[in-house]
């Protein structure tokens, strides 16, 4: 059948006028699809394949389903005085309310966090720095392997670091505005925002606070009182939330509902102090904000910056102070950290973009000590998979190509980053390249490895159990009593099997019809073989039906 010429000379136009029309406006169109893709990575998640973290996800997410389903949010549900403020749960109560119970209603708070501490702290350093510096930072903190494990993680860490950056975004624009009007709002929203984060985070608002005091004072302290009225203001409105959450807990439970809260601040903050955090947390930094931490770390030692940023007490002193203040805790873990990754970006951002040498021999120090790490991490990559297939095969659950095409991609990437590192033509150009090079692969293949449940799914087992369709049927209509489980296995149950209940009576147990126990060997050892067998058994964990009742 021959095909009309009239049809033809239709295609050759239309194709021509696309063709222009993308050659014309390529600048803003590849941006645009590159956008489109990152944010992607953020949402395109197959919750199928995702289990929560025992004890602080399966927490988090038992107390704010409590929450959810309570009548009044500021008073706590629970049945002894809480150690934190109840803004701890909100954000995913909330989420339960609109979404109902799924790990996609429990970690979306973080998700949409995440995407918009992106955007604030780019806006952020766009006001310090640079607009250059402000893209690298914002691929900074968004590659960093830390930041994209708490996207996708069900806690209040993220909301209380957006929170930060709405204190500091807030702040800057007063200092930038010269209508009063807009200064005195943003002033405002500047001190809400400071009180949120307490009713959020409770105590641990006080770090990135006093952090803080020495560039908000200084330049607070230099303006009318009015401006000082509505910062204040500002701050007493936000404390109304923590104010009304205290209340009814004094209400409830006496002035132990008050002092439970910084019981538990004093126990965090003050104690023994542990050399191992000094051991620690500079690993923990190397690697949970690879390759940033490392390449800042190595541009400090062996150049100095040519850049002066914006308001000095902001960029570095907040920081340190914060900084300090976390080491000197008796009890710190990696995602008390996490405020401190934008600050991070920025500080890399500002020093990547134009420095020179401290000696003679920096530029060629920096591209042999870059090239011993990748080479390092490489021979480590390539020696894991190759040697540990059956745990590829085991977390991938049963898909192992998804792995070896995502690391393969990594590695590439390091492998043609060196085509930047050894090019001595422009040594701060190449560095820039040879980041972007790195940081993209790896943003990718950390998000997909979190999104398709290889990384960052530590129970798949316990869902795949709940989700049989024996079990399913049995946990539906029945209740469930739990006997002898393990803490964390028992924290997630609490969670997906809301009517269950915890026993520690051996000598009732005959008594209820379906029981979990932890292992075979409690089933003989407590001689309950005779009245109750097996239905299904999961990571040493068995479901037990009652044959006598």
């Given at each position: 059948m021959q095909i009309p010429l009239s049809n033809i000379?239709?295609?050759?136009?239309?194709?021509?006028?696309?063709?222009?029309?993308?050659?014309?406006?390529?600048?803003?169109?590849?941006?645009?699809?590159?956008?489109?893709?990152?944010?992607?990575?953020?949402?395109?998640?197959?919750?199928?394949?995702?289990?929560?973290?025992?004890?602080?996800?399966?927490?988090?997410?038992?107390?704010?389903?409590?929450?959810e389903s309570s009548a009044n949010w500021f008073s706590p549900p629970f049945i002894s005085p809480h150690h934190k403020t109840l803004g701890s749960y909100w954000f995913i109560a909330?989420?339960?309310?609109?979404?109902?119970?799924?790990?996609?209603?429990?970690?979306?708070?973080?998700?949409?966090?995440?995407?918009?501490?992106?955007?604030?702290?780019?806006?952020i350093a766009l006001k310090t720095t640079?607009?250059?510096?402000?893209?690298?930072?914002?691929?900074?903190?968004?590659?960093?392997?830390?930041?994209?494990?708490?996207?996708?993680?069900?806690?209040p860490d993220l909301p209380f670091v957006l929170c930060i950056l709405l204190v500091i975004l807030f702040f800057l624009k007063s200092l930038d505005s010269s209508k009063y009007i807009s200064q005195y709002f943003?002033?405002?929203?500047?001190?809400?925002?400071?009180?949120?984060?307490?009713?959020?985070?409770?105590?641990?608002?006080?770090?990135?606070?006093?952090?803080?005091?020495?560039?908000?004072?200084?330049?607070?302290?230099?303006?009318?009182?009015?401006?000082?009225?509505?910062?204040?203001?500002?701050?007493?409105?936000?404390?109304?939330?923590?104010?009304?959450?205290?209340?009814?807990?004094?209400?409830?439970?006496?002035?132990?509902?008050?002092?439970?809260?910084?019981?538990?601040?004093?126990?965090?903050?003050?104690?023994?102090?542990?050399?191992?955090?000094?051991?620690?947390?500079?690993?923990?930094?190397?690697y949970l904000t690879f390759p940033i931490g490392i390449l800042l770390l190595i541009l400090f030692v062996f150049t100095g910056s040519n850049n002066k940023a914006n308001y000095p007490l902001?960029?570095?002193?907040?920081?340190?102070?914060?900084?300090?203040?976390?080491?000197?805790?008796?009890?710190?873990?990696?995602?008390?950290?996490?405020?401190?990754?934008?600050?991070?970006?920025?500080?890399?951002?500002?020093?990547?973009t134009s420095y020179s040498s401290r000696f003679s021999f920096s530029n060629s120090t920096i591209r042999y000590l870059v090239f011993i790490i990748l080479l390092l991490i490489s021979s480590i990559l390539l020696f894991s998979i190759l040697r540990y297939t059956d745990l590829v095969f085991l977390y991938s659950k049963g898909n192992p190509l998804i792995v070896y095409i995502l690391i393969s991609l990594i590695l590439l990437s390091y492998i043609a980053s060196l085509r930047f590192l050894f090019n001595i033509k422009n040594q701060n150009s190449n560095l820039i390249n040879f980041f972007y090079n790195i940081i993209i692969p790896q943003y990718i293949s950390l998000s997909l490895l979190l999104n398709f449940?290889?990384?960052?799914?530590?129970?798949?087992?316990?869902?795949?159990?709940?989700?049989?369709?024996?079990?399913?049927?049995?946990?539906?209509?029945?209740?469930?009593?739990?006997?002898?489980?393990?803490?964390?296995?028992?924290?997630?149950?609490?969670?997906?099997?809301?009517?269950?209940?915890?026993?520690?009576?051996?000598?009732?147990?005959?008594?209820?019809?379906?029981v979990i126990i932890s292992n075979s060997n409690l089933l003989k050892k407590l001689n309950l073989n005779q009245f109750f067998i097996p239905v299904k058994k999961f990571d040493n964990h068995l479901l037990l039906v009652n044959i006598a009742s």
């Open positions: 000379i239709n295609y050759m136009k239309i194709k021509v006028v696309v063709s222009n029309f993308f050659l014309k406006n390529k600048k803003i169109i590849l941006p645009f699809f590159a956008v489109l893709f990152f944010i992607s990575l953020y949402f395109l998640i197959d919750f199928s394949s995702q289990s929560l973290v025992a004890h602080d996800e399966g927490l988090y997410a038992r107390r704010a389903r409590l929450i909330l989420s339960i309310r609109l979404f109902g119970n799924s790990e996609l209603a429990l970690r979306l708070p973080s998700i949409l966090s995440s995407f918009l501490c992106l955007i604030i702290s780019y806006l640079n607009s250059k510096s402000a893209l690298i930072s914002l691929f900074s903190l968004s590659s960093m392997p830390l930041w994209i494990q708490y996207s996708r993680y069900a806690s943003n002033l405002f929203c500047s001190g809400l925002f400071i009180s949120s984060s307490f009713f959020i985070r409770s105590y641990m608002a006080f770090v990135p606070f006093i952090g803080l005091t020495p560039f908000i004072f200084y330049h607070l302290f230099r303006k009318e009182f009015t401006f000082k009225l509505f910062f204040c203001t500002g701050i007493a409105v936000g404390f109304i939330p923590t104010f009304l959450n205290l209340y009814f807990s004094v209400q409830k439970f006496g002035i132990s509902g008050i002092t439970s809260l910084f019981d538990f601040a004093k126990k965090q903050a003050i104690g023994e102090f542990g050399f191992n955090n000094l051991l620690l947390v500079p690993i923990n930094f190397l902001l960029i570095y002193c907040y920081p340190l102070i914060s900084l300090i203040l976390l080491l000197c805790m008796s009890t710190s873990y990696p995602h008390y950290y996490l405020f401190l990754l934008p600050s991070l970006s920025l500080i890399f951002g500002n020093y990547i449940g290889v990384l960052g799914n530590p129970n798949h087992n316990t869902k795949l159990f709940l989700k049989d369709a024996e079990v399913s049927s049995i946990i539906n209509s029945n209740t469930i009593y739990l006997l002898g489980v393990d803490s964390k296995i028992e924290t997630l149950l609490s969670y997906y099997l809301p009517s269950s209940r915890i026993v520690d009576d051996f000598e009732v147990i005959s008594k209820y019809k379906y």
